[in-house]
């Protein structure tokens, strides 16, 4: 059983600027909820209430976000607009958050190592938060794939299918079909030009990781630009072990690009705000 989930919240968010000059990308609201909200809401959905963030300098305000504002809610309380709190209070009151800080962004490899002392000896989940995912039917991304560890009790990594000149802007995956959906990893390439892409299946911002995954980021050197990727280490847990690769059954928006924010909020707005109302 899983219990917590990782959120690596320290980058820059440089696709956003000026936005994200002082405030962090993952507070961008997506209608009317930040979408860190979005990406916490998934995590407990499936059962992970212990959250950790590895945050970074100017990102304070995430950690304000899911702690009470006494000032605020005495303001309103007695009043109609008490219930626009009511989601975030319900995430204060029965999830176990907890801080720790990147000091220098050298990666999302480095950031979920950065986070390894509130991690542990267990497996866990990740959620970068600027992928806005919707499960099928209700049913969250992570709480998929946590239903996957739970029969094949190794790490596995979200995907999706993506246009052949987009694959430069992922980690891909080559691997052999073991059902429906589901591949077993055997190669991983990050941001590959298109012809050498060994596919379209492209790694999208959840993963469950088994704690070995710290040695082997601990194992993996630095790339060119100083960064430590994530997708190095998961390599090497797939060739000494077993990585599995889910195509998730849902929806993705990319919110760290324009672009994908913008879809998001249109969709957003039609099928959760509007019906709200
Ligand atoms: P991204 O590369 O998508 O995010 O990293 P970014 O660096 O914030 O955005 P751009 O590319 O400059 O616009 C994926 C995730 O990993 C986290 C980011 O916060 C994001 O959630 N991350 C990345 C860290 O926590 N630390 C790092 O050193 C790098």
């Known amino acids: 059983m899983i219990r917590k989930c990782l959120f690596p919240v320290a980058g820059y968010g440089t696709r956003f ?21 979005y990406g916490v809401e998934e995590a407990v959905a ?49 999830v176990n958050f907890s801080f720790t800080r990147q ?35 209700g049913v969250s991304v992570m709480e998929q794939m946590a239903k996957l560890y739970k029969q094949f009790r ?13 694959v430069h802007k992922y980690g891909v995956i080559a691997g052999d079909s073991m059902m429906e959906g589901l591949f077993r ?25 088994t704690p070995d995954i710290f040695d082997k980021i601990r194992e993996t050197p630095p790339g060119a630009n100083g960064e430590v990727q994530i997708t190095d280490a998961i390599l ?4 000494e072990g077993c990585v599995l690769a889910y195509k998730f059954k849902g929806r993705r928006f990319d919110c760290g690009s324009v672009e994908g924010f913008v879809d998001a909020t249109n969709y957003c707005f039609e099928h959760f705000y509007k019906q709200s109302k």
């Open 185 to 209: 990893v055997t190669d991983m390439v990050e941001k590959p030009k298109k012809e050498d892409a060994p596919s379209n299946l492209a790694i999208i911002g959840r993963y469950i990781l």
């Open 103 to 137: 000091h220098n962004m050298l990666g999302l490899g480095h950031a979920i190592l950065t986070g390894e002392p509130l991690i542990g000896d267990e497996a866990f989940g990740v959620v970068l938060a600027d992928d806005l995912c919707i499960g099928e039917d």
């Open 236 to 239: 090497r847990q797939a060739k």
């Open 46 to 94: 499936a059962g992970l209430d212990n959250v950790t963030f590895v945050t970074g300098r100017g990102k304070r305000a995430i950690a304000d976000h899911f702690d009470i504002s006494y000032e605020l809610e005495h303001q309103i309380a007695g009043t109609a607009k008490e219930e626009y709190l009511e989601g975030i209070r319900s995430l204060i009151d029965n």
């Open 154 to 166: 190794c790490s596995i990594v979200a995907i999706q299918e993506v246009p052949e000149d987009e």
């Open 17 to 37: 600027l000026p936005a994200t000059k002082s405030m962090p990308k993952e507070m961008l609201p997506v209608v009317n909820k930040p979408l860190v909200q």
